[in-house]
């Protein structure tokens, strides 16, 4: 029997969905992430440009560019308000602001009395979308990710799009294990670049381990959906993707889900937000 979740469309009031009425629908949990039949000429678009541009050398110097940390002090709240600006290109199922996006998330952790930190992971898990008002196309911060310097996973979305990644001229680049030792843990893979790792940055220094790794690897759903690239994951990434399996389960299925009331959640979150964080970070 096909498992069907109730789907409510808001109609968001003009600032960040502190306000709302909504229509009911439903939709199908198969067609979440349902590229074949939901992609837009836009998503394909995103995705020729992302698996085209993802290469090796651009991952190595996008961490070197936002390693120091030094683009901006701002607070979680206000990175938050800055989110609601911010359309992701990529997604197929979700055209609510991001601010909703990461409130209902975070409910639906709340409802099934998911730890603490857990709670705020979903709420604050895409944050490095922020990466965009530093002037970085969408292909540089939304979407799947996936290990570059490695030969890609068939199952990886749109790989035909890889035809014209500069990499794939480098055979090294292309081998199954490229230029990784067998086991040598995600932590030592370069991953295409986005708001995971990015965040995962910003994030270092305040959240349980847990925490850092939904983060950083959220997006990465050739492993945590797909199963792939076993030959590079170490028994810390298999302890750790349980939590990885766990968390996209409320990223994906949240999306557009119940009522929210922002406002009336705020208190709570502001409080849970202060238990881990300073008034301001390094972003
Ligand atoms: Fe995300
Ligand atoms: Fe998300």
Not at 270 to 282: G, M, T
Request: aromatic letters at 14%.
């Amino acid at each position: 029997m096909k498992k069907e979740i109730i789907i409510f469309i808001f109609l968001l009031t003009p600032h960040n969905g502190f306000g709302m009425q909504l229509n009911q629908v439903t939709k199908p949990i198969n067609d979440f992430r349902d590229y074949e039949n939901n992609a837009s000429d836009s998503i394909k678009e995103f995705y020729r440009l992302n698996h085209t541009n993802q290469t090796l050398a651009f991952v190595i110097a996008q961490k070197a560019k936002y390693a120091d940390l030094d683009k901006l002090s701002m607070g979680i709240w206000d990175v938050m308000d800055i989110l609601d600006t911010i359309i992701d290109e990529s997604d197929p199922d979700l055209s609510l602001p991001q601010s909703v996006h990461a409130f209902q998330t975070a409910e639906k952790l709340r409802a099934d009395n998911q730890p603490d930190w857990l709670i705020l992971t979903g709420l604050i898990h895409d944050l490095g979308k922020v990466l965009t008002l530093f002037g970085e196309p969408q292909w540089a911060v939304v979407g799947d990710t996936f290990p570059v310097g490695c030969a890609y996973s068939e199952k990886v979305i749109f790989t035909p799009y890889f035809q014209d990644n500069p990499d794939t001229l480098n055979s090294l680049l292309q081998s199954k294990q490229g230029i990784y030792k067998p086991q040598c843990g995600l932590e030592n893979v370069y991953m295409s670049w986005g708001h995971d790792e990015y965040l995962y940055m910003v994030m270092k220094d305040y959240l349980p381990e847990q925490a850092l790794y939904i983060i950083r690897y959220h997006s990465f759903y050739a492993a945590h959906k797909e199963d792939e690239y076993t030959h590079l994951i170490n028994d810390y990434d298999q302890s750790m993707l349980p939590w990885l399996k766990l968390f996209s389960q409320y990223d994906l299925y949240s999306k557009s889900s119940e009522q929210i009331n922002c406002t009336e959640l705020l208190p709570y979150y502001q409080e849970l937000v202060a238990q881990y964080f300073p008034e301001k970070l390094n972003w």
